[in-house]
């Protein structure tokens, strides 16, 4: 009887130290996690929202129920001002990518009819039956009228350049820098 004990005894040091290291292990990427997180002020994530949603319209305007991959994703901005439009849109471009450096999580703030927030993993493992939107976060200029995000729906990316006119974010019609566009 005496051996059951001590290897109960084993068994439950060794439970218990497979505890903390679990909880050692979760907490270390939370903490990894959090660093890693983007917060915006009130104004840019209600501006950033404002062109999520413009900029589901201008693409798919016919969609009326769209899979939101509710983690942003550091898509490369692949659109370049020309060299007379630098001092315009560097200064959106800088931000761009110092946001994309972390991940934003997005919240049922879109100004969409009808759609739903996913976790990442359901990107990779989607059915040709919902149409997944995965963006980018927002970069602005230092006025915040104009902005670039990137964009991947339906198996397919671009970079997107909009100007704020009129209280309403639209494309940028005076950019004449870069396109660009990948594909899976």
Request: overall charge positive; hydrophobic content about 40%; aromatic content about 10%.
């Amino acid at each position: 009887m005496r051996w059951l004990s001590r290897d109960v005894l084993v068994a439950v040091v060794l439970l218990s130290a497979l505890r903390v290291a679990a909880f050692q292990a979760s907490t270390s990427k939370l903490d990894k996690t959090s660093k890693e997180l983007l917060t915006l002020n009130p104004q840019e994530e209600k501006e950033s929202y404002d062109i999520y949603s413009t900029v589901l319209n201008i693409v798919e305007p016919d969609v009326n129920a769209w899979t939101i991959i509710q983690e942003t994703r550091g898509f490369k901005l692949c659109s370049e001002p020309k060299p007379d439009q630098d001092r315009v849109y560097r200064s959106m471009a800088e931000d761009y990518i110092l946001k994309n450096k972390r991940t934003l999580i997005l919240h049922r703030k879109f100004n969409l009819p009808l759609y739903t927030l996913a976790p990442p993993e359901e990107w990779t493992r989607s059915t040709n039956s919902k149409i997944i939107a995965v963006f980018s976060a927002v970069g602005f200029n230092s006025d915040r009228t104009r902005a670039a995000v990137c964009l991947w729906a339906r198996s397919a990316g671009t970079c997107f350049i909009l100007v704020k006119m009129n209280d309403a974010w639209q494309i940028d019609r005076d950019w004449r820098g870069d396109g660009c566009g990948w594909a899976a």
